[in-house]
């Protein structure tokens, strides 16, 4: 389905969008200093600001909870909607009790079954079901306590119906890779962002999840996936995990630990580290390339 461009692209009537873009990207890019090579900061912002043809779909995943997956899913979709000047959707698909809507910061009041059930027909009635962040990203949050179970037809009916909106969006899927959904969901995606415990078994669990989805027709998916290589506690060795995660030619972003995000809560982008913010930089720009891939939709 096309984007909807005339209702995405609020544009500078006394400038050239692209130039406005460019500008607001630098200023904003993650990780960015005074000593940050210049031609680094336009390639960051470039690449993320990039026109697509319809909405982006990174889904990101882990085998178990607790690995880092909303964390990730949250400053994923702040770096790219800080280069966007269209919006961006951060969608909770887990099932469970996702923490999503926690690190973003917001307490929505619809979910996607309502989404599903009401199918907006526009941006206005559509605005109605999600909820907005201080930072401009769009949430749409997974059905809790409500005895609904999130199912693969209402999750795409409910994606569906918002794609046209939106020119990226970032799911968290449940725990997994096996359910019916989330089998659904990485058959849809444009590119995914797998997320590994810095741990011997971290990555030992990792490696044979990576052949499963080889030999269970994800093949092409694996040439646009990303793994982030997550430091849970201080002094992780991150370059063992890595060495041992680079056997399969996929990239390998090591995410270091920081305290900020150690504590759970709403995620403020001011409270990290610099090196957090390089990593996060790194892994939104390799992930965001590979849904513009060649031979993506």
Not at 228 to 236: D, E, K, W
């Amino acid at each position: 389905m096309p984007l909807d461009t005339e209702r995405l692209v609020q544009r500078n009537p006394h400038g050239d969008p692209a130039l406005k873009r460019l500008g607001r990207g630098m200023r904003k890019a993650l990780g960015a200093s005074a000593g940050t090579d210049m031609r680094d900061q336009v390639e960051l912002a470039t690449r993320l600001g990039a026109p697509v043809r319809s909405c982006r779909r990174i889904a990101v995943t882990s085998i178990r909870g607790g690995a880092g997956k909303s964390t990730l899913a949250t400053l994923i979709a702040r770096t790219i909607q800080q280069h966007r000047e269209d919006r961006v959707l951060a969608i909770d698909a887990d099932p469970g009790l996702g923490s999503l809507p926690l690190r973003l910061g917001v307490a929505p009041t619809h979910s996607l079954h309502d989404v599903a059930a009401t199918r907006p027909r526009t941006w206005d009635e559509a605005a109605q079901h999600l909820s907005l962040t201080d930072t401009g990203v769009w949430v749409l949050s997974a059905p809790q306590g409500t005895g609904r179970e999130l199912n693969l037809p209402t999750f795409h009916t409910a994606v569906g119906t918002l794609g046209r909106y939106f020119a990226a969006s970032i799911i968290d899927c449940g725990p997994g890779l096996g359910s019916p959904l989330n089998r659904g969901i990485l058959d849809s995606t444009h590119a995914q962002v797998f997320v590994v415990p810095a741990t011997t078994d971290g990555a030992a669990t990792a490696q044979a999840t990576l052949d499963w989805l080889r030999t269970n027709g994800h093949e092409a998916l694996l040439t646009r996936t990303t793994i982030a290589l997550v430091s849970r506690t201080p002094g992780t060795d991150l370059a063992t995990a890595r060495a041992a995660l680079q056997t399969h030619g996929l990239p390998v972003i090591p995410i270091p630990y920081d305290r900020h995000l150690a504590a759970g809560t709403t995620i403020s982008p001011d409270h990290l580290a610099e090196s957090t913010h390089t990593a996060i930089t790194k892994l939104t720009l390799q992930t965001f390339t590979h849904t513009r891939s060649e031979g993506t939709p």
